[in-house]
């Protein structure tokens, strides 16, 4: 049973910084694509980071230079380090995970194969 449970949500003032996590079980991808994405009221959701098992990361260009995503192989937890965080960063984030084949990427692809319940994200001005 795969699951995903996010944690580190909360309200911030703009300019601040909140890690997220995702504890992460049950999956045995020999090859694997994971991300972090967002969806606010009356939006579509976007994916803002993404890192496969090999460790490459992308990040969606609104968040580029103020967002780092990171995986514990350990701990089997990925992390969303956000600063200098902006109004506009307020949604819902979710972490999801996908297998992957040996040409497929992983950067950009919202086709994952699960989901976490999401943690929300608050930013004030």
């Known amino acids: 049973q795969v699951q995903l449970v996010e944690s580190g949500g909360g309200s911030v003032q703009a300019g601040g910084s909140l890690r997220l996590s995702c504890a992460a079980s049950g999956y045995t991808y020999r090859r694997y694509c994971m991300g972090w994405f967002r969806q606010a009221p009356g939006k579509e959701r976007e994916g803002v980071a993404y890192?496969?098992?090999?460790?490459?990361?992308s990040y969606a260009d609104s968040v580029r230079g103020r967002f780092t995503i990171s995986k514990d192989n350990a701990k089997n937890t990925l992390t969303l380090q956000m600063n200098s965080l902006k109004p506009e960063d307020t949604a819902m984030y979710y972490c999801?995970?996908?297998?992957?084949?040996?040409?497929?990427?992983?950067?950009?692809?919202?086709?994952?194969?699960?989901w976490g319940k999401g943690t929300l994200v608050t930013i004030s001005s």
């Open positions: 999801a995970v996908r297998g992957l084949g040996w040409y497929e990427p992983c950067a950009g692809r919202n086709d994952m194969d699960y």
């Open positions: 890192i496969n098992s090999d460790g490459p990361t």
